[in-house]
T-cell receptor, first 116, second 114 residues
Framework: AQSVAQPEDQVNVAEGNPLTVKCTYSVSGNPYLFWYVQYPNRGLQFLLKYITGDNLVKGSYGFEAEFNKSQTSFHLKKPSALVSDSALYFCAVRDGFSGGYNKLIFGAGTRLAVHP | DVKVTQSSRYLVKRTGEKVFLECVQDMDHENMFWYRQDPGLGLRLIYFSYDVKMKEKGDIPEGYSVSREKKERFSLILESASTNQTSMYLC?????????????FGPGTRLTVL
């Protein structure tokens, strides 16, 4: 079955420290992977995606993600966290059977709390 | 910039009422999606549409229907609202092509059914 797992409900980090939000996936076919961020009472904002090529993908707001095929992981990272990064983060994978429909399968989300 | 708008940010309805949630996108996208978001469950796909008048069930279509009469507009209908449909509803759109595209999301509608 195709799925996305975000093993941590919440991640706490001090401002200025590096952060990692974990994501693992299971999908039929090539893995096309996405990260989104959601601020309170807002829709989802796209951060970055992996299609092919370099395993390290750079995105918006200084975030990057590392694709690891052998571990089927796509962890989100940032070298130095800001209090304003506090939000809900979703990992997603394109449904391998969806073709041009671009259907996505989402994880349950990880709440990131950055403390001053 | 792609813009996806939803008709209401907050909505309060009574059990048994018929509820319409509207979504409009301005980028001529073929695909449109309706999700509900609940704590700990992430986003679950209710319905999606890949063309005018075309629709497909998602993972949780029970209790919902949709309408797509124009390419830019995708409506979610709760025929008889129930308290277990209290949730955040998110609309999204994406192009349809051989390339891999992200979905673009609206701001969401928080629906409370009393």
């Amino acid at each position: 079955a195709q799925s996305v797992a975000q093993p941590e409900d919440q991640v706490n980090v001090a401002e200025g420290n590096p952060l990692t939000v974990k994501c693992t996936y299971s999908v039929s076919g090539n893995p096309y992977l996405f990260w989104y961020v959601q601020y309170p009472n807002r829709g989802l904002q796209f951060l970055l995606k992996y299609i092919t090529g370099d395993n390290l993908v750079k995105g918006s707001y200084g975030f990057e993600a590392e694709f690891n095929k052998s571990q089927t992981s796509f962890h989100l990272k940032k070298p130095s966290a800001l209090v304003s990064d506090s939000a809900l983060y979703f990992c997603a994978v394109r449904d391998g059977f969806s073709g041009g429909y671009n259907k996505l399968i989402f994880g349950a989300g990880t709440r990131l709390a950055v403390h001053p | 910039d792609v813009k996806v708008t939803q008709s209401s940010r907050y909505l309060v309805k009574r059990t048994g009422e018929k509820v319409f949630l509207e979504c409009v996108q301005d980028m001529d996208h073929e695909n449109m999606f309706w999700y509900r978001q609940d704590p700990g469950l992430g986003l679950r796909l209710i319905y999606f549409s890949y063309d005018v008048k075309m629709k497909e069930k998602g993972d949780i279509p029970e209790g919902y229907s949709v309408s797509r009469e124009k390419k830019e507009r995708f409506s979610l209908i709760l025929e008889s609202a129930s308290t277990n449909q209290t949730s955040m509803y998110l609309c999204a759109s994406s192009p349809s092509s051989g390339r891999v595209y992200e979905q673009f999301f609206g701001p969401g509608t928080r629906l409370t059914v009393l």
